[in-house]
């Protein structure tokens, strides 16, 4: 340090001495300081008043502070230390680019269900409409039934039906019908039972279809498989096949039994799987 200089800071020194004699800090102006340290580090501590002083600060872009660029750190308008994330591990569930693209995916799907049950309800309420209206339709020929039917109960209606009366209660007759007793007998003649008979039809070779019996008139027949059967017996006409693969007809088990409303029991032939199995039947004539 120049003699000069030396004597600066010395009369700086005493002056400050004497002037901050009853504080504990020493208040020391120096224009130009040297310092020479014998040790590895030299370390200055400095205490700063924000409304007096300031100090520059500098960052490195090398945490060693050699080899790369210092750089004064940035504050915006209110003080703020700005500072770059470089890199950020999210955290377990965060919401990720993959995330929102499959959800977004899934919100498209759910759009998509959405849009084909309103399609279908729109399809669902046209059908609903034209129940309603075929509803509507029924409900008018049933009206017109209920106000062209004439109602006969025997020993109430006695009197001379007309034409146009026996057609609103749907009677199968033409002409005047004179009593109650005229309809009645109209109707069932066709249909009354008056007599009943009974037979069996064994199937002597399996696979020959058989007729139950000669001609004889009937109008219903019961035929029923004998209970100690042990194959199959096929009923029905004159093609009749008991044969599986090529059955034909109707087919019953041991026990099994089936009806025919028909005019002739040789209209009715049998076919079974078992030589000498057969069945027994009952007709109404």
């Known amino acids: 340090m120049a003699d000069n200089a030396l004597h600066k800071f010395k009369t700086q020194e005493l002056l400050h001495k004497v002037l901050n004699s009853g504080e504990d800090a020493l208040k020391v102006d120096i224009d130009n300081v040297t310092l020479t340290t014998e040790g590895a580090d030299v370390n200055i501590e400095v205490h700063s008043d924000k409304a007096e002083d ?102 109430v209606q006695t009197d001379a039906l007309t034409d146009t009366q026996l057609r609103a209660t749907a009677v199968p007759i033409s002409g005047t019908v004179t009593a109650v007793t005229d309809i009645t007998n109209a109707v069932t003649t066709d249909h009354n039972i008056t007599g009943i008979g009974d037979g069996r039809e064994v199937v002597a070779a399996a696979g020959t279809a058989n007729v139950i019996a000669v001609s004889t008139a009937c109008k219903k027949v019961d035929i029923t498989a004998e209970t100690d059967n042990t194959g199959v017996i096929t009923v029905g006409g004159s093609t009749t096949v008991a044969a599986l693969g090529t059955r034909q007809g109707i087919p019953l088990n041991a026990g099994d039994s089936y009806s025919f409303e028909i005019d002739d029991l040789n209209d009715v032939y049998i076919d079974a799987t078992v030589s000498g199995e057969g069945v027994s039947f009952t007709y109404f004539t």
């Open 54 to 155: 300031s100090i520059m600060m500098w960052t490195h872009t090398v945490k060693t502070g050699t080899g790369g660029t210092s750089y004064v750190p940035l504050v915006d308008a209110d003080g703020h230390l700005q500072v770059d994330s470089l890199s950020s591990a999210l955290p377990s569930g965060a919401a990720t680019e993959a995330k929102q693209d499959d959800i977004e995916s899934s919100l498209t799907d759910i759009e998509s269900d959405i849009e084909a049950t309103n399609t279908a309800l729109g399809t669902i309420e046209t059908d609903i409409e034209a129940v309603n209206t075929d509803t509507t339709s029924i409900d008018g020929k049933i009206t017109a039934c209920n106000t062209g039917a004439v109602v006969i109960s025997s020993g």
